[in-house]
C-alpha cells in the first residue's frame, strides 16, 4: 500500500461510496513506492465525466479523445534565482475513465514500474512484476519492447526519461531494442522528442541519460541525424564531460538546455536549437547564450559590466550569469570572473546606479521636447544611446548633461558610436 495525498484520498474514497471502482494508477504509485513524494496524481474509475461534474463541479474537463477531470490542490512557491521560475507544489489531480478491469488498464502502460494501480479499501494491483523491478532498479517493458517502441516510438525516449529520473538501468532487451529503432524518431513530432529532453535534463540523473541517448543513438534524435553526423572530437569531449559533471548543477530547466547547447559548435547547436522548435522566449536565450558566453567572462570593470548588462536586460543576464556558474561546475574552471561580476552587481545595487534607460532623469518626450527630434522612434533611440553618459559616471544623471549627449549623439554619428572609448589626454 501507498501513502495517499490527503485531497486525493478524499476523492478517491468519495467515487468508492458513490459505487464506483476506483484506483491510483501510474507515476504517482511508482514514486511513492520508491519513498519519493508524488504531486502528479492519476485515478482512473467507473464513473463517467457526467458523474465526476455532479461530485466535483470545480474540477476541470480536458476535451480530448479521451477526456479528463483535473482537480488542481496545488499552491506556488517562488524560485530561489532570477531566471529559476516560480514551481507549484501540493498535488495536481487528473482522473480518468476506465472501461474494462484495473488489469486491462495496466496492459496499457509501457513499463512494467508504470503497471500499478492501488486503492487503500480494495487491494494494490501489480500484474507484470512492478514492484519488483523497483528493487532491481530496472526499466522493462510489460511485453516485446522491439514491438512497442515501432507502435510507440516516443516509448524509447520515455524509457530513457524513466531511467534518468529513478537512477535506475534499461533492461538489456529494452536497450538493444532502441538502438534497432531509434530512426523512428526522426520522423517523429519533434514537440514530444522535445518535452521528453527536457524532462530528462531536469531529473536527478541528467547525466546518465544523456550518456544513455548517446549510447543508443537517441541524440540524433535530439540534434537531427544532420547535426549528430557532424559532430566533432571537440564536441563530443565537451558533451561527454557534460554528462559527468550536469547532475551537479541546480536542475533548472533553461540552465540545463544551456548546458547541452554550449557543449557544442555554435553553428551545429543552432542548427540542433531550430530542430527542437523551442518556444520563443527559450530559443532567444538559448541562442544569446551561444553568442555572448564568451563576452560574458571579459567583463573587465563596471563599465564593461553596465554596457553589457544594459545590452542584454535583466533577464537574459541573470541566465547568462547563472549558465555561466554552472558551467564553472560542469569544467571545473575558476570562480574569480563569477566574484567579479557578483561585485560589479552588488555595487550598482547598493549605490543605486543608473544602466537602463528608465534609470534616467530624462525620458523620450523630454528629447522630443528639446526640439532634438520629432520622432519618437529616433528620441527612444537617443534615450539608449544617452545611457552610455550614466554608465561612465552615475552623478551625470542631471537632465542639461543628458539632453546636451542626446543633442550631440543626434549631430554626430562618430560620437554616438565611439560614446564607450576611452580618449588619452
Known amino acids: 500500500m501507498i501513502k495517499f495525498d490527503k485531497d486525493v484520498l478524499s476523492t478517491l474514497k468519495t467515487l468508492e461510496k458513490e459505487g464506483f471502482e476506483t484506483y491510483a494508477v501510474g507515476d504517482c504509485v511508482r514514486d511513492l513506492i520508491r519513498g519519493v513524494p508524488a504531486y502528479d496524481w492519476d485515478l482512473v474509475t467507473k464513473a463517467s465525466m457526467d458523474d465526476l461534474q455532479r461530485f466535483f463541479p470545480k474540477g476541470n474537463i480536458i476535451s480530448g479523445e479521451s477526456p479528463v477531470m483535473r482537480i488542481d490542490f496545488t499552491y506556488e512557491v517562488k524560485g530561489k534565482d532570477e531566471d529559476e521560475p516560480s514551481h507549484l507544489e501540493g498535488s495536481v489531480l487528473d482522473i480518468h475513465h476506465m472501461e474494462g478491469t484495473i488489469e486491462d488498464e495496466m496492459g496499457r502502460s509501457g513499463f512494467t514500474v508504470d503497471a500499478m494501480a492501488d486503492n487503500p479499501d480494495r487491494t494494490f494491483v501489480d500484474p507484470y512484476g512492478g514492484r519488483e523491478d523497483i528493487k532491481k532498479k530496472l526499466v522493462r517493458a510489460i511485453s516485446d519492447p522491439d514491438r512497442l517502441f515501432k507502435e510507440e516510438p516516443i516509448k524509447m525516449m520515455e524509457a530513457v526519461r524513466l531511467a534518468a529520473e529513478m537512477g535506475f538501468d534499461l533492461q538489456k532487451e529494452v536497450y538493444d531494442a532502441i538502438v534497432a529503432n531509434w530512426r523512428l524518431l526522426l520522423d517523429y513530432d519533434v514537440n514530444a522528442i522535445r518535452v521528453q529532453l527536457e524532462r530528462i535534463l531536469v531529473s ?55 548546458l547541452l547547447y554550449t557543449a557544442f559548435s555554435k553553428k551545429r547547436s543552432i542548427a540542433a536549437i531550430e ?31 553596465k554596457r553589457y548588462l544594459h545590452k542584454h536586460g535583466s533577464e537574459i543576464y541573470n541566465y547568462l550569469h547563472n549558465l555561466s556558474k554552472a558551467q564553472r561546475i560542469v569544467y571545473d574552471q575558476p570562480a574569480n570572473k563569477i566574484e567579479a561580476r557578483n561585485y560589479y552587481m552588488q555595487v550598482i545595487k547598493s549605490s543605486h546606479a543608473p544602466v537602463f534607460a528608465e534609470d534616467l532623469v530624462i525620458d523620450a518626450n523630454d528629447i522630443m521636447e528639446a526640439g532634438i527630434t520629432d520622432s519618437p522612434e529616433k528620441a527612444q533611440e537617443l534615450l539608449e544611446l544617452v545611457v552610455s553618459v550614466v554608465h561612465k559616471d552615475a552623478k551625470d544623471n542631471k537632465r542639461e548633461i543628458l539632453l546636451k549627449a542626446a543633442k550631440k549623439f543626434s549631430k554626430n554619428k562618430f560620437a554616438a558610436k565611439t560614446r564607450y572609448v576611452k580618449w588619452m589626454k
Not at 537531427?224 to 572530437?233: D, G, P, Q, R, T
Not at 523551442?278 to 555572448?292: C, G, P, Q
Request: glycine share 6%.
Open 204 to 258: 536527478d540523473n541528467a547525466g546518465k541519460g544523456l550518456n544513455m541517448m548517446g549510447g543508443t543513438g537517441l541524440m540524433a534524435a535530439v540534434l537531427s541525424e544532420e547535426v549528430s553526423n557532424k559532430l566533432s572530437k571537440s564536441d563530443m569531449r565537451s558533451f561527454h564531460t557534460v554528462c559527468k559533471n550536469i547532475d551537479k548543477t541546480r536542475p533548472v530547466r533553461t540552465r540545463r538546455l544551456g
Open 275 to 305: 530542430y527542437l522548435n523551442f518556444d520563443e522566449k527559450t530559443k532567444k536565450k538559448l541562442i544569446t547564450a551561444l553568442n555572448e558566453m564568451i563576452d560574458i567572462n571579459f567583463l573587465v570593470d563596471e563599465l564593461t559590466f
